[in-house]
Structures are given as C-alpha cells and as structure tokens.
C-alpha cells in the first residue's frame, strides 16, 4: 500500500500534477466557502526545545492552554463546521499530557491531522502510544533543519537533539506513519539544501517543505530574540550562494523524486532577505517587489487557533477572539468580514509585512488571479 502511494505521489510530482492539484483543491475555499479548509491549532504553550529562532521557550508556557474539556468541544465545533483538516503544532504537541485522548478523539471524527513535532520525546514513548499516533495521526512533519549532528544540536539548543530525531523518524517509519520534513533556512545551513533532499530520500520521506528564517516574532507582546537579525544571510554574495543551493536543491529533488516548495522559493528568498538587508527595492511589503496585484489566499484556507485560545485568520494577523469565551462558528462569521477586505486585494500592511510562511501559495494565486500582470513572475514559475 505504502509502495503504490509512494509510486503514485512520484508520478504526480514527475509530471507537475502534485501542486496543481493542492493549489486547485485550495480555491474552492476562496470562491465558495464559509470555512477554511483546515486549521493549524497550537494545542499547547509549553516546548522543551530552545531553537535559535524561536522565542517560545523563553516565553511560553502551558498556563493558558485550553482546558481538556473545552478541546473536545471544540473538536466537535470544528467537524460540525465542515472542516476536514487540522495540523496540530506548539510549543510541542507530544508534551501536552492529554494529547493522545485527544488524537484519539479526533479521529472518532474523521478528521485529517498532521503533527509538527520536534521529536524530541518521541523514543520516550510506550508502543502503546505509538500504535495510537499510527492510528490516528495521518502525517507527522519532523523538523529537520541540519543532517550535521552538532549544527542540528546546536540549531534545536539540546544537545543529543539529532540522535533523538533520527530514532523517532526510524520509530515512527518502522510504524508506517507517513513522515515529512520542514526546515527553517538561516544563513548558517543554507547550503544543507541539496543535502536535506538526499537525507530525505535515504530515509525514505517524500517530501521536505523550506521555510525562510523571520527576523520577526508570531507571539503576540514578546520581542523578538536578540540576535535574530544575524541569523539572515549577510550581503549579495550570501544571496548568490543561496540561489545556487536553491537551484541545486531543485536538480536534486527532481533526480530523488521529493516534492519541494523549491521552485517557489527560487521566485521569492532572494528578494524576502534583501527586505532586511536593506538592499531592496525599499518597499515595505517584499511581495510588491515581485507582483503587480497581490491576493492573500491563506486567510481562506487555513486558520489559526493559539495555545491561549486566540482564534486568528492568520498567526500574523490581531486576534478575533477566543475559543474559551465563544463558539467557533461565531468566530468564522466575524473572520467573514474581514476575509471580504482581503478580497478587494487591501493587505493590512502593519501586520503582513513580515508575511513568511505562505509566501507559496499566494504567490501561486496572485499569478493565477492576474495572470497578464504577473506575467514576469509566472513566466519563472515553471
Ligand atoms: S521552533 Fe518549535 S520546537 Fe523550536 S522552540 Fe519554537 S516551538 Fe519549540
Ligand atoms: S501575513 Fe501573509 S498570509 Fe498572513 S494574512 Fe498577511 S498576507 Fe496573508
């Protein structure tokens, strides 16, 4: 089974279906529909690792998280809504203490839900837990931004981290869970990219996502970490060193048959950093730079629940209210109005201008929605 849907996932990505497909799938959620297609909940506060870009263990923890009760309510609220899809992250997911009564109750649901881990206490668990993550987790996204031990330990801030994602990626491969790879891209290992694809393949994983490192921080009145802006590549002579792993990593995914968001990145990293650098074209938003007409499509297709409760059409975007005083339905009208805002193409600068993550797919949509004045950008897409 695992062989024909390998085999298959390698055919579409071989003959370009595979984003196609995702991307198509996506626009229902922008011209007919009250709901997102999933939601990506931080189910707790509280991480056990110290990465280097990421404030959450400084500042987190799991005092606010969202009682247990009212997370199988919401539950309930978020199958009745019509929503299919939930990618679960934190903090960490497996530290939350009731996590796999409530893996195992979402999937009395039927929903589709991926984890992001840092897999950190994954070798820790009973094989009781683990047949329960094989049974009700469709996908776990392992994130792996080094195949160099002490980059890795050293990138995660424990040292030992490295030895312990690899014995979970063997763990939960031996159990047959579908597996993933997201890595964050800083200076210090973008020439890891053409790497990270042969690792993936070596362990059998068909997909790696790359994400751009952010100066900024997603947590709502907490300062960035000092230092964060060092993280980023330095002058134009770094930028041309990182198109090259780019595009090297674009061969390499193609000789392995990996499905990346490299061709994406190709369009969008050089510009992104030269924002910080200073070296841009000065606009504030460094989407401008790139297209002519630019339409947000992630507000439409994924939402944000946090560990405290704030319920979010984007992780970026102010709070619309909390899970903990009111109904999720009554939270998607109110995300209504504002996604009609977004639908005249007005982007709330002051909160967007850090816009990383989804980068991708409305690149992808600003192209499909304004072909003729994208034409520049769509012409490199493919
Ligand atoms: S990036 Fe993830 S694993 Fe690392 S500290 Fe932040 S929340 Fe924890
Ligand atoms: S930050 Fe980016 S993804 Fe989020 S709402 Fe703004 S444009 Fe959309």
Redesign the pocket.
């Given at each position: 089974m695992v062989t024909v849907r390998n085999n298959l996932t390698s055919l579409l990505i071989k003959t370009r279906l595979l984003p196609s497909l995702r991307f198509l799938r996506n626009l229902r959620f922008y011209y007919l529909s009250n709901h997102p297609r999933q939601i990506s909940w931080a189910i707790t506060g509280l991480?056990?690792?110290?990465?280097i870009?990421?404030?959450?263990?400084e500042q987190?923890s799991n005092q606010k998280d969202i009682s247990t009760d009212r997370v199988f309510s919401l539950i309930d609220e978020i199958s009745n809504t019509g929503i299919r899809s939930l990618l679960l992250?934190?903090?960490?997911v497996f530290i939350r203490k009731d996590i796999f009564k409530i893996l195992k109750y979402i999937k009395t649901k039927g929903l589709r839900v991926q984890v992001?881990?840092?897999s950190l206490t994954i070798p820790l668990l009973s094989s009781e837990k683990i047949e329960i993550i094989k049974r009700c987790v469709d996908e776990i996204s392992f994130?792996l931004d080094s195949t160099d031990t002490e980059q890795y330990d050293f990138i995660?801030?424990i040292p030992g981290a490295f030895s312990k994602v690899m014995q979970s990626i063997k763990l939960l491969a031996d159990a047959r869970v579908k597996q993933h790879i997201t890595t964050?891209i800083y200076s210090g290992n973008m020439k890891q990219i053409p790497d990270l694809i042969r690792f993936a393949s070596e362990l059998g994983i068909r997909s790696v996502h790359f994400q751009l490192i952010s100066p900024a921080t997603i947590f709502e009145n907490t300062k960035a970490k000092e230092g964060k802006l060092q993280l980023l590549p330095k002058d134009e002579k770094e930028l041309d060193m990182m198109d090259r792993y780019i595009l090297e990593g674009i061969e390499r995914s193609k000789k392995h048959q990996i499905n990346t968001n490299l061709k994406f990145l190709k369009l969008y990293a050089r510009t992104y950093f030269q924002n910080y650098l200073g070296t841009g074209n000065g606009k504030e938003f460094f989407m401008d730079s790139l297209l002519k007409h630019h339409r947000c499509l992630s507000v439409f297709t994924n939402n944000f629940i946090d560990y405290d409760g704030s319920f979010k059409l984007c992780p970026l975007l102010p709070a619309l209210g909390n899970v903990k005083e009111e109904g999720l339905q009554g939270l998607l009208s109110k995300g209504m109005e504002f996604k009609g805002v977004f639908k005249k193409g007005t982007i709330p600068l002051k909160f967007c201008k850090n816009c990383f993550c989804s980068a991708d797919i409305n690149l992808e949509f600003s192209c499909f929605l304004f072909p003729f004045q994208n034409r520049r950008l769509l012409w490199h897409m493919h």
């Open positions: 991480c056990n690792s110290k990465c870009f990421c404030e959450a263990h987190l992250v934190g903090g960490e992001i881990t840092n994130s995660r801030g964050v």
